[in-house]
């Protein structure tokens, strides 16, 4: 096969939700991140591919994804990105050819963008996407007329059903000659040039297509929205949504998180048989594969919610709930473009923050960056979920409904209304004169694209584990390193100590007290006793304290911090970390340590905390400065110690 001779930028522009991502993953191969709901990518996106030609060698291509923009005027972050691309010829992305994906059922309002782009004087080619939803329209058998009048080669697409995909191909493979069409004069004012636009576009649709009869799929959105958008209705549909989905991820994720426990106990179990006792086995069973099992056994609920949150987003009932917010966030000074970033935050704060892009007013940007990062993420579902499985029964109902499915559905809605509650401060302490609007269009609704969703889930629990992972070793290292050393002869102290005591005759009971005697002396301990007086009265101990300070790094490090802790001297491996942590006794009560008080001060404490470094450094970047940073940081953490302080002493 012969080498690619030439290489090529092609930049894939268009309005928000015409299909870009789809279309820029089916010529890359690339497993970009789609959804059906405007504003899905928010930055650039570089992939490559090769377009093969019948009388001209291969060539190797760059696919530059730009978000989504109305217009080449900006009215938001993202849409500058597009916009610099486009119209700066210095710039290093700067594209030899423009794809422009329309939306076929939307042709006069993505037009006025074609026209922009071809006055540019840039090589344009139209994909024509959704084309097999436009059969009601006869728009098929005038694609040439209106190619013809725009100037530009136009290629009738299906991204989602790999329609065209080819053709398109083939015609890039190709050059292709800049439009010399100009369609408005130019205009100081961008509102009589709007107006000028759209008359010019009127005209080159005449005869394009028929008057629009509506079709089942027309129809069947309409139905629905006037179920799903209803002002009253609407809000209980999605409550109802809302509590099935939490519902199921305790249900549905109940034996496959017992069987991943059993299966790392019996990896430790192995790992005693058939390594030899020391130091390094010491480290790879109770630090590494300890730390490691604390995260992994979750991995179900997390693939279980980040599954149901790609369906929300692929049917297109994710943009009926911002628009159903809209006249809710607006008391709270954001709007309906607020909700998006802030239901993505429930599966990560680091893309939702990046997300807010997408909205236009300045001081609604950044109020919606300050209070994402309350709303309960993915990394803090492993700690809810232990923490929830102490307090309350397991498997224990109120009727046919799951307690625990119920009590981290309200720890998701403590941390809306605390969101919520942090945006109403911000509006009267943030000034500006910007006024604020709020327009999206609402997708058609769709069925889910099954191999998208699996795609999703694989990728995003892969991410986790990884990014996890890496931080999770790294700590897990750390504290076995802190928690099984100590101060020269401190251990020795101890063994001679409690091995000569009569109170400790029995010798697995006697090895259990020095192992624990051991810790509390170790490094770690030393460091979590030096702590222990600030978070004393929140009802936390050292270990919990130490665990604190290591889950910065990443929320979802508390669970594999405890399970390191809890496995330092604990030769028999007999319980899991929710066993261990279960039968831990307060040493001045003699009660159970996690008791409801302790455990909800705690669940309290991670939902307001900016337990999160990777949150920190994203907000530092979208913000372009340290000050929103730390006042995001410390407004947080005040929260958190104050409802931590109020709850345990409640319920204490």
């Known amino acids: 096969m012969s080498n690619p001779s030439t290489v090529i930028k092609i930049a894939l522009a268009g309005n928000p939700n015409s299909g870009k991502s789809t279309l820029f993953n089916e010529l890359t191969g690339l497993n970009q991140k789609t959804g059906n709901f405007p504003g899905v990518t928010v930055d650039k996106k570089i992939g490559n591919t090769r377009l093969i030609s019948k009388s001209k060698p291969p060539i190797e291509a760059s696919i530059i994804d730009l978000p989504g923009t109305y217009s080449l005027q900006p009215r938001s972050i993202d849409e500058e990105v597009a916009c610099e691309i486009l119209k700066n010829k210095k710039n290093a992305l700067s594209p030899d050819v423009v794809v422009v994906v329309v939306d076929a059922t939307n042709l006069k ?8 782009i071809i006055e540019l004087e840039l090589p344009v080619v139209v994909a024509l996407n959704m084309i097999d939803l436009t059969g009601h329209l006869g728009l098929s058998d005038n694609i040439p007329l209106l190619a013809e009048r725009l100037g530009v080669p136009i290629v009738p697409i299906s991204a989602r059903n790999h329609i065209g995909i080819v053709e398109l191909k083939e015609l890039l493979a190709n050059p292709v000659k800049p439009s010399a069409k100009k369609f408005v004069s130019p205009s100081v004012n961008p509102a009589i040039e709007s107006i000028e636009r759209y008359n010019v576009i009127s005209v080159l649709m005449l005869d394009i297509i028929k008057d629009p009869q509506p079709d089942s799929k027309k129809t069947l959105t309409q139905r629905l929205d006037k179920i799903l958008t209803h002002r009253i209705g609407g809000f209980a549909i999605f409550l109802v949504v809302l509590f099935l989905i939490f519902q199921s991820i305790f249900y549905l994720a109940a034996y496959p998180m017992k069987w991943s426990e059993k299966l790392f106990m019996q990896f430790s179990d192995w790992g005693y048989l058939l390594l030899p006792k020391g130091e390094l086995s010491d480290l790879l069973i109770n630090g590494v594969l300890a730390g490691l099992s604390g995260v992994a056994i979750f991995i179900p609920q997390i693939a279980l919610l980040f599954g149901f949150i790609a369906i929300l987003e692929d049917t297109g009932y994710m943009a009926r709930v911002s628009f159903i917010m809209d006249r809710v966030m607006r008391k709270f000074g954001l709007n309906g473009r607020s909700v998006i970033p802030l239901i993505s935050g429930v599966a990560c704060a680091v893309p939702a923050i990046m997300g807010a892009r997408t909205i236009s007013n300045w001081k609604e940007r950044l109020v919606t960056i300050l209070i994402t990062p309350l709303m309960s993420c993915s990394a803090r579902l492993p700690v809810y979920t232990l923490l929830i499985s102490l307090i309350f029964p397991s498997g224990k109902n109120i009727s046919f409904f799951n307690v625990n499915g119920l009590v981290l559905m309200l720890m998701y809605f403590i941390g809306f209304i605390a969101a919520m509650g942090a945006a109403m401060v911000m509006k009267f302490l943030i000034k500006t004169k910007e006024r604020s609007y709020f327009i999206m269009e609402l997708p058609v609704y769709r069925s889910p694209r099954w191999k998208s969703i699996v795609y999703t889930i694989y990728d995003k629990v892969k991410v986790f584990l990884l990014d996890a992972g890496k931080i999770i070793v790294a700590i897990s290292i750390i504290l076995w390193v802190l928690s099984s050393h100590g101060p020269t002869g401190k251990f020795n102290e101890i063994e001679n100590t409690y091995k000569s005591s009569v109170v400790n005759s029995n010798t697995t009971n006697s090895e259990q007290i020095i192992a ?56 028999q491996n007999s319980l899991s970390i929710r066993e261990k942590m279960a039968v831990e006794k307060n040493p001045v009560t003699g009660k159970p340590l996690y008791s409801k008080a302790v455990g909800l001060s705690l669940m309290i404490f991670f939902a307001f905390a900016m337990q999160c470094m990777s949150t920190f450094a994203v907000v530092k970047r979208e913000t372009q400065s340290w ?9 947080m953490a005040v929260m958190a110690y104050g409802a931590s302080l109020l709850v345990y002493n409640f319920f204490k």
């Open 109 to 116: 309002r993505n037009l006025f963008l074609v026209t922009q």
């Open 516 to 571: 624990a005697k051991k810790l509390e002396a170790s490094y770690a301990g030393i460091l979590g006793k030096a702590i222990e007086p600030a978070i004393a009265p929140l009802g936390f101990d050292w270990k919990i304290g130490i665990a604190l300070i290591t889950s910065f790094a990443a929320r979802e490090v508390f669970v594999g911090t405890m399970a390191t802790i809890y496995s330092v001297g604990d030769a």
């Open 627 to 635: 000050k929103w940073p730390i006042i995001q940081f410390l407004y």
